[in-house]
Every structure is written in C-alpha cells, then in structure tokens.
C-alpha cells in the first residue's frame, strides 16, 4: 500500500505489548525511514513509544471528532473502542477483524487465522506493518533512555549498592494476574540461597503500584541488608534506566520480561500458566537474553488469570532450579 507522509499508529494498552510493537515499528521505519510515525498511547505505554528513535512523535489516542488527519492509520489492539476511536484519523484504516469492529477499518486482517498459527505475539504487529509494505520484517525491540535518566539511575545505584558488587534485578509481579506470578515463597526462598552463595550479589525488586504488595511481602519475610526494594516508587522510564545497570533479571511473564529483552538483559524468565511460544522473550542481536524457565504440567499452558486448582505449573517450578540455572548464568557472565 503506497503511504507516504505521516502514519498514525494505536498504541498497546500493556507494557509488554508495547515493548513487542517497538520491533514491528522498527522492521517499519527500516524499509521506510521517509515515513513519519505518530503513536497514539494511553498514559501507561506512552514512555515505552518515547523511548522508541523510529517513533517521531507520542500522543493521547484521537477522540472520534478530531480533526487530526493521516495518510494512514494502523490499529495494533483489537478492541472495538481502539478503532472506533481511530476512524476519523485517516480513509485507510487498518487492522484486525474482531469484536464487532470492521465497520471502522478499511484493510482487515483475519484474527482467526493468524492465531490458528500458533506464532509469537510479534508476528501479530508484523503482519498488521506488512500492509504498509510488504518488506517489513519484526526486529529485536530497542530502547533509548535518556542521559539524564540514566544519570539519576547510576546515583540510585550507587546509593543501594557498593561499587563492584553484582545486581539481580527481580520483578515478582504480573499484571495479567496472580497465576502467572511465581509463589512469594519460592522467590524467599530463591533469595535466601543466592545471599548465602553470592556474597557479593544484591537484589532490586521492581514493580508498579499494583504489585508493590507482592515486593512488600519478600522484604517483610526476608530482611536482608542486600534485598532492596523500589517498587511502586519510580516511572516507567526511570525503571528502566535502574534496570539497564543490573546485571541480569529474575522474572515473570510479565512487561519487565519484555523490557528487560529490549534492554538487552539475560536472566530468566519464569513461565506457568502462559504459553513462550507465544509470548516468551525475544532474543536480542547478540543472542544473550532472557532465558525461560518452565515444568511440564498436564494443565498448562491455561492462559487462566487465577489458578482453579493447586498452582502446579508455579509451585513445581523450584527454588533450587531456579537458583542452579543463576548461579551457572552468573559464572558464565564471569
């Protein structure tokens, strides 16, 4: 489809899908630096798009009335408010038909198809660029983080801990639900292994408001002079900059998974009740990235938000697995 000028984009709702759409606005930008790429991101995603270089500019998603036009818009989520939201944006409006919303776009991709595929999420955000030219190909997402915040977050650090000493970074939460979070005794337990082994190793547990509670508890069970916690207390932004100076990450399925992807990070990603083929790390250019840790269990992956049952697919994922798989990533990061 021939588009020149400026494209609007609707941004993800989730961190995590916002991280992955970065790599399809690269693969994007790559064939077609000459476009101008215009996101429209709630408040939650907006910094992931700022720290985009292929994004030229963020804004609030259009109401129906704006008066804002573009050559073409591209709807990533496939809610019906997402494209009624987009329709007065441009004559070309595309994205995925679902929910009811195809009075509202113009190019629409079959939903049922591409999930019958059984592909990685970043294949969704490719093929909804590919309408714009077909050469797009899903990049590895990348972030820029500014010299300031980075600045604030090299102060933080020296503030938590001694210079030379290494840093794990631990995000206990998920914001999809409680079934995709590893037990807070296993992580307690985790903790309490490492201390006793690392000497030198601190952890930062990272969060946002709504899973502060879940960092609050590790520290509370385990009081350690090298156990520090920030959650709930830093932006988006500055989160990441903290979290580009650890050393590696232990985490969830989550947003920071992805982040910490984007960040280029190693470390391990915690997997139960969702599905990696489908949402698991992308690996970065060097190939050193996330590594995902999962037991087989007759019931997962459920892709439920609250286990039914006995959490089986987080619980029979041990500490001491865990723990054996850092120590070996530690020494090979020697």
């Not at 985790?190 to 879940?214: K, V, W």
């Not at 982040?259 to 489908?278: C, M, N, Q, W, Y």
Request: contains cysteine; aromatic residues 6%; proline residues 7%.
């Amino acid at each position: 489809m021939p588009v020149n000028g400026r494209l609007y984009v609707r941004g993800l709702n989730w961190i995590g899908d916002a991280v992955l759409s970065v790599g399809a606005l690269q693969g994007l930008k790559k064939v077609r630096p000459d476009i101008r790429i215009v996101v429209g991101a709630p408040v939650a995603t907006a910094p992931i798009y700022r720290l985009s270089a292929s994004v030229e500019e963020v804004i609030a998603p259009p109401s129906l009335l704006s008066r804002e036009r573009f050559d073409a818009a591209v709807v990533l989520p496939r809610s019906f408010r997402s494209a009624w939201e987009s329709f007065s944006t441009s004559s070309v409006r595309i994205g995925y038909a679902s929910e009811g919303r195809s009075l509202f776009l113009t190019r629409r991709l079959d939903y049922q198809h591409w999930k019958s595929a059984h592909r990685h999420q970043s294949g969704y955000y490719e093929l909804l660029l590919t309408e714009i030219d077909p050469a797009v190909r899903f990049e590895a997402p990348r972030l820029q983080l500014s010299e300031k915040s980075l600045a604030e977050a090299a102060q933080r650090m020296r503030e938590l801990v001694p210079e030379g000493d290494r840093v794990m970074a631990i995000n206990p939460g998920a914001f999809y639900g409680r079934a995709k979070t590893w037990p807070t005794h296993h992580f307690v337990a985790l903790l309490n292994t490492l201390m006793e082994t690392e000497r030198t190793l601190h952890a930062i547990l990272f969060s946002g408001q709504g899973d502060r509670p879940l960092a609050e508890e590790i520290v509370r069970r385990f009081p350690h002079p090298k156990v520090h916690s920030v959650a709930g207390e830093l932006s988006l932004e500055q989160s990441a900059a903290l979290l580009s100076l650890c050393d590696f990450l232990v985490t969830n399925d989550s947003g920071m998974m992805h982040l910490g992807g984007a960040l280029e990070k190693r470390g391990i990603a915690l997997f139960g009740p969702t599905d990696p083929v489908s949402t698991g790390p992308v690996s970065p250019p060097s190939g050193l990235g996330m590594e995902v840790l999962s037991v087989s269990t007759s019931c997962a992956p459920c892709l439920l938000r609250e286990c039914p049952i006995d959490h089986r697919c987080m619980e029979q994922l041990s500490p001491a697995l865990v723990s054996s798989r850092i120590l070996t990533l530690l020494k090979e990061m020697s």
